[in-house]
């Protein structure tokens, strides 16, 4: 048995903002793990079953589904305010923006020293290969996107043990910067480290670790918010700006690394790189039935076009992605591109480069105890030869199938079903004011009513 | 609880359905998720031998709380020498399934491997009969 002290809850960057949302059930039918339900006509989602995988951000037509973030004014706690910015945050700009005045705006944004995250991915992937020597498990999973090892682990509890257990590269950059600022006789209490995220699981794995006791970071800040900070000083043209203190250790690998195959190309034998959570819940699907083997190593990542197409990414992600390529490319012609460049000792790859232990946590059991969880499937079996079976969604829940779970734990009745209460009002079982409660506690009081705001409606968006 | 699924020989595309929709209810019913894993391993493996060898199959699961009982019964050519067929590496499959990543031989091995029980019977030119027993152990892992 897995030790239980690590089983705490998952924390979780989105929400559901109350006051905009109009329980339009797109969210739910877009939710890969199936966590959202409509209660009193607003999307609500289901905490343990979430993996921040930010699909319902995505098609939320009212902007409803909020990204938590840090208040940017608590960098201000630290005398030494470090950015950790992803490649992907110069890549959303246009070319004729240099790297060099992304760098100053952030200065004047208030950060002190900048430093990007991939500059340790050399490192990254010399522990990932050591991994691929010692361990026979195969296919080995990366751990690089935090809402695919959260689906593992709510969905495909056997493939745990598949999660190569490797620091990624903003942990290992972190623990690289914080280090080294403390050599060069920085108090460590003055140090402040932040990272610039370009999606809500990179939030939800800082907050609550998987496989470490405690993150690397001081704070997250959302790529998007930064985004706008960064253009608008750009638009102002600044020039008085002193340059942040910065390090150039980056290599190509390391520009393109949170792209698709970016990971992938560094490994041998079969490598194969998804993207997009619809197919990584599909492969993923046949990899647990052992209907796909020999395969060494698999890069999965939830969004499509990997992070390019992060939930907080504010460029096109194709353009993104075209403007990493050109800069990996002009990386690649520089003489020392193919020596790592962060060198151990203030990082040593033995001592920082792996993760503990990574627990499964499935969804979706009936009952902890089998003769009760049998009956209950007995009962759900029966009941879905009277749902209708095409997955309307008008009881709050995304199928049918979903409604029947929920009904024999206890969490909805069947009358949810607006099906079954035409049958239930025909046979008298149910009354028509009864029936009524019932949709109004679902969709809302004032649900029924007219509302001409509605997108498309007569008085849209106002 | 009974549950029962048809296969149908030949179709390669599908092979597997039975074993994805056992894996859900498994999954559901609180089955440690190794035991499950080999469950549904050698589900997967008794449907390809139904797919690439015979002309259709019946899977029955019968699950209670002990115990996952799987029988996969076929209309088939049937097995002449079933001593020989369980050997690693033994095959009758066509080249054509070889060439589809099917019939290494590993089939029967395999469902071996991750049962706790199997028996197979068979009448050649008729068909064929698997029983695969797994018991379930909640602690075990």
């Not at chain 1, 969210?27 to 409509?38: D, L, N, Q, V």
């Not at chain 1, 990366?142 to 190569?164: G, T």
């Not at chain 1, 199938?401 to 734990?409: E, F, G, K």
Request: charge should be neutral; aromatic fraction near 6%.
């Amino acid at each position: 048995m897995q030790a239980k002290s690590q089983k705490r809850d998952f924390h979780h960057a989105l929400r559901v903002d109350n006051s905009l949302c109009t329980g339009c059930t797109h969210c739910m039918t877009a939710c890969p793990t199936k966590a959202i339900r409509i209660r009193n006509g607003k999307a609500s989602i289901i905490a343990n079953r979430c993996v921040d995988c930010g699909e319902c951000y995505k098609v939320c037509p009212v902007s409803a589904i909020e990204v938590e973030q840090d208040d940017l004014r608590m960098i201000f706690d630290y005398p030494v305010r470090v950015i950790l910015i992803p490649s992907l945050l110069i890549g959303q700009f246009p070319r004729k923006i240099m790297a060099s005045g992304i760098y100053n705006a952030l200065k004047e944004i208030g950060f002190t020293h900048v430093f990007e995250v991939e500059n340790t991915v050399d490192m990254v992937i010399e522990a990932g290969r050591q991994i691929m020597l010692e361990s026979k498990e195969r296919p080995m999973i990366s751990p690089f996107c935090p809402a695919i090892v959260r689906l593992i682990q709510v969905k495909y509890p056997s493939l745990v043990e598949h999660i190569m257990k490797v620091n990624p590269p903003i942990d290992m950059s972190a623990m690289y910067y914080r280090e080294k600022l403390r050599m060069s006789g920085i108090p460590a209490e003055n140090i402040g480290l932040f990272y610039a995220t370009p999606c809500a699981a990179k939030i939800a794995a800082v907050k609550s670790p998987v496989g470490e006791i405690k993150s690397a970071l001081d704070g997250v800040i959302n790529m998007d918010f930064l985004y706008n900070r960064i253009l608008s000083f750009l638009q102002r043209k600044y020039t008085g700006t002193t340059p942040p203190e910065t390090d150039d250790l980056l290599s190509s690998r390391g520009i393109v690394w949170s792209l698709t195959r970016g990971e992938a190309v560094h490994h041998t034998g079969r490598a194969l790189a998804i993207d997009g959570i619809r197919n990584v819940n599909e492969f993923l699907e046949n990899i647990e039935n052992e209907k796909l083997d020999k395969i060494d190593f698999l890069e999965l990542r939830a969004c499509d076009e990997s992070c390019a197409g992060g939930i907080l990414m504010c460029g096109n992600r194709f353009l993104t992605v075209e403007r990493l390529k050109y800069r990996a490319e002009e990386y690649r012609n520089r003489e020392d591109d193919k020596e790592r460049k962060v060198k151990d000792g203030y990082l040593n790859i033995n001592e920082h480069g792996f993760l503990g232990n990574i627990d499964p946590r499935p969804i979706g059991r009936l009952d902890e105890d089998i003769t009760q969880a049998l009956k209950k499937m007995e009962r759900k079996r029966r009941m879905m030869c009277y749902l209708p079976g095409f997955d309307c969604g008008a009881c709050g829940a995304p199928d049918c199938q979903t409604l029947a779970d929920d009904i024999v734990t206890g969490n909805a009745q069947i009358s949810h079903c607006i099906f079954m209460q035409q049958q239930m009002t025909k046979q008298n079982l149910l009354s028509q004011g009864q029936a009524v409660k019932i949709t109004e506690e679902i969709w809302g009081s004032d649900r029924l009513e007219k509302n001409c705001s509605k997108i498309g409606a007569q008085h849209e968006n106002i | 609880m009974q549950i029962r699924h048809k296969i149908a020989g030949g179709d390669f595309t599908r092979a597997g359905n039975v074993a994805s929709a056992v894996k859900k209810i498994l999954q559901q019913l609180n089955i440690d998720h190794k035991q499950s894993k080999r469950i549904v391993i050698a589900l997967y493996e008794g449907e390809v031998n139904v797919v690439a060898h015979a002309y259709s199959g019946v899977v029955d699961v019968d699950i209670d709380s002990e115990k996952v009982r799987i029988t996969i019964s076929d209309k088939g050519p049937g097995i002449k020498d079933i001593e020989q067929a369980m050997e690693e590496g033994f095959s009758t499959a066509t080249p054509q399934v070889r060439e589809m990543g099917f019939g290494a031989g590993m089939g029967l091995s395999n469902m071996k491997r991750n049962s706790d029980f199997m028996e197979i019977r068979s009448v050649p030119g008729e068909g064929t009969l698997v029983e695969l027993i797994n018991y379930i152990r909640p602690d075990a892992s």
